[in-house]
């Protein structure tokens, strides 16, 4: 018998361009978690959205206890994220929350927390976009569930290698731009009890999150990332005084 469990999703998005930017505010008016999350049709998911200038920066504890998948967005207001905040937000992700952070969220404290490293990476940033061919390379992973060999973005934000993060466990999809540059746009890492999935188009110049195969991807990143099981136990420091075999 097949069941179907609700994902409890929380959306996290930074919301300072939205804003400020009247540019951004005119292509995102409902913000680009919500230009997500209309895309996302009829898949189970009980969304909630949060932006940093909500109470505890939208990241209280018991909104994250009862939350099974994350979405971040952020760009220009990283550093304003507390660090206690992100310690909440890491330690769930050890205990079996998904997280799935997106397009400039490489740089937040919380992406560069889970990996360890900077996560530089080159970009260019045109008015009128690079062309980004986004390639399926790992086409039997659930993320690429009905995702062509390729998708094309016709305007995008150009983020290129190399970018300074450890090995990821799995490479989804892989950007060809029109400049010349490639990049790993679609990622997977294993942390803890968690799944993150880093998924990298979506400038907030550009109608990105709009686009119907893009929502797709990212329903699919927040499905694989939701835990199908719950934890037998937890990864702690587990002290065997004896050993099986005596
Ligand atoms: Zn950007």
Known sequence: METTLTIRLTMWNEGRHEKNDAPVAKIYPDGMDGALA???GDRDFSIERRTIDDPEQGLTQELLDRTDVLTWWGHVAHDEVKDEYIDRVQQ???EGMGLVVLHSGHHSK?????VGTNANLSWRELPEGDLERVWTILPNHPIADGVPPFFEIPASEMYGEPFDIP???????LSWYKGG???RSGLTFYRGLGRIFYFSPGHET???YHQ??????IGNGIEWAMQPHKP???LENWHRKEPIHR
């Open 212 to 217: 119907p195969m893009v929502q797709h991807v």
């Open 181 to 183: 540059e490639v990049f």
């Open 92 to 94: 769930r992700v050890l």
């Open 167 to 173: 090995a990821p466990d799995e490479i989804v999809f």
């Open 232 to 234: 037998q136990r937890k």
């Open 38 to 40: 209309a895309g996302f």
């Open 110 to 114: 919380m992406f560069r927390r889970m």
């Open 206 to 208: 550009f109608p990105i």
